[in-house]
C-alpha cells in the first residue's frame, strides 16, 4: 500500500512546489513555537543550518505523532555569515533585510526531515548561497513598495520567481531549495518509497 503524504507546514510555497511536481500531499500545521525554539537554540549557540535542521524536525515530528503517513517537515533560515534572519515583522523590516544583504553573499541553509509514527526516517540539508548585488536606496524602495507584504512571507525579503530575480548576481544551488524545498532529492526518496513510480 503506497503511503499517504503529509506536509507538516503552512507554506503555501512549499504545497505549490510539491503539487507542481505531482506529489499530492495533505497539508497540515505543525503548532510549534518556532519563536521560542529559535530564541532558546540561539541563546545555547547553535549555528544556524542546525537551528534549521532541528526545526524541520521538529514539526515532522509533532505531525507524525497523530497523522499515519509519511510526514515531510521543512524550514529554511538564512544565514550572513553567523548571523540568522528571520521573516520581516513588516516592510520596513524587510527594507533592512535588503540593506543589510546589499552587496553580499548569504547561504539558504534549507532542512527537509521525513518521519514515520514520530520517528524521522530521512533528512536532508541544502545550501544555496546567494549574492545579491549592490542596491541603491532607490531601487529598495521602488522594490519593497511594488512587492509589499508578500515579502513578509519569505526570509530574505525577495522572492526568486519574481520580482526578486532583480537582487541577484549570482545563486549556486538548486532553484527548489532557493523556494525553501529541495525538491530532487526528496523526490528520489518518495520514489524509494514507493509513492512515486520509478
Keep these: 500500500m503506497t503511503p499517504r503524504v503529509i506536509l507538516a507546514s503552512g507554506s503555501a510555497s512549499r504545497r505549490a512546489v510539491l503539487a507542481a511536481a ?30 534549521a535542521m532541528r526545526l524541520a524536525e521538529m514539526k515532522a515530528v509533532r505531525v507524525s505523532q497523530s497523522h499515519e503517513g509519511l510526514v515531510i517537515g521543512g524550514d529554511q533560515m538564512l544565514a550572513l555569515g553567523d548571523e540568522a534572519f528571520d521573516k520581516p515583522r513588516d516592510l520596513a523590516d524587510a527594507r533592512n533585510h535588503l540593506v543589510r544583504l546589499s552587496g553580499k553573499t548569504h547561504t539558504l541553509e534549507t532542512a527537509i526531515v521525513v ?50 530575480a532583480q537582487l541577484f548576481t549570482r545563486i549556486e544551488g538548486d532553484y527548489f531549495s532557493v523556494l525553501g524545498l529541495p525538491l530532487l532529492p526528496l523526490l528520489d526518496y518518495l520514489r524509494v518509497r514507493k509513492v512515486l513510480a520509478q
Design 115 to 164: 518521519c514515520e509514527g514520530g520517528i524521522p526516517v530521512w533528512r536532508h540539508l541544502a545550501r544555496p548561497k546567494l549574492t545579491m548585488r549592490p542596491l541603491s536606496p532607490d531601487f529598495i524602495d521602488s522594490y519593497v513598495e511594488s512587492c509589499g507584504e508578500k515579502l513578509l512571507a519569505t526570509v530574505g525579503a525577495y522572492q526568486l520567481e519574481g520580482l526578486g
Design 22 to 51: 505531482g506529489v499530492i500531499a495533505e497539508a497540515v500545521a505543525p503548532n510549534v513555537d518556532e519563536d521560542s525554539f529559535r530564541t532558546a537554540m540561539r541563546a545555547d549557540g547553535v549555528k544556524v543550518r542546525d537551528q
